[in-house]
Every structure is written in structure tokens, then in C-alpha cells.
């Protein structure tokens, strides 16, 4: 999985860890969404993700940007 690209595709709750630690995964937007919770440590450890769209949106992240 290379690109997931998910925005306005109306999906909620948290940011699932199974899409987050996909070890190919180089671009991961999920814009427009009804996302809650904060967003998983696991995103910024990625070595390969090099976009990360979670703006204009409904989501309801919460939290600080973990550390990488």
C-alpha cells in the first residue's frame, strides 16, 4: 500500500493502527472526515510517509502531535 487516499469518504471514529502501520505507506490522506481521538504515534515513526492530510475537515482530533 503506497497511497491511501481517503478524504470525504465520511468515516469515523479513530485512526485505524492497521492503516497507520502499513510499512510501504507514503501518502496518507484522510481530509473531510468525521475523525475523532488523537492521532497514533505510530504515523510519525513512518519512515516512508511523506504527506499526512487530516485538514478541512469535520475531524475532531484531539491531543498534541505525538513525537516521532
Same mark, same amino acid.
Given at each position: ?7 470525504? *469518504?465520511? !468515516?469515523? $471514529? &479513530? +485512526? =485505524? ?7 510501504? @505507506?507514503?501518502? %496518507?490522506? #484522510? /481530509?473531510? *472526515?468525521? !475523525?475523532? $481521538? &488523537? +492521532? =497514533? ?7 516512508? @510517509?511523506?504527506? %499526512?492530510? #487530516? /485538514?478541512? *475537515? ?11
Amino acid at each position: 500500500l503506497g497511497r491511501a487516499l481517503l478524504a470525504r *469518504n465520511r !468515516l469515523s $471514529g &479513530s +485512526v =485505524p493502527a492497521s492503516v497507520a502501520s502499513q510499512p510501504r @505507506l507514503a501518502d %496518507l490522506d #484522510l /481530509s473531510e *472526515n468525521q !475523525l475523532t $481521538g &488523537s +492521532v =497514533p504515534a505510530i504515523l510519525l515513526r513512518s519512515s516512508g @510517509l511523506g504527506m %499526512l492530510n #487530516l /485538514s478541512r *475537515n469535520g475531524n475532531a482530533l484531539g491531543g498534541g502531535v505525538p513525537d516521532a
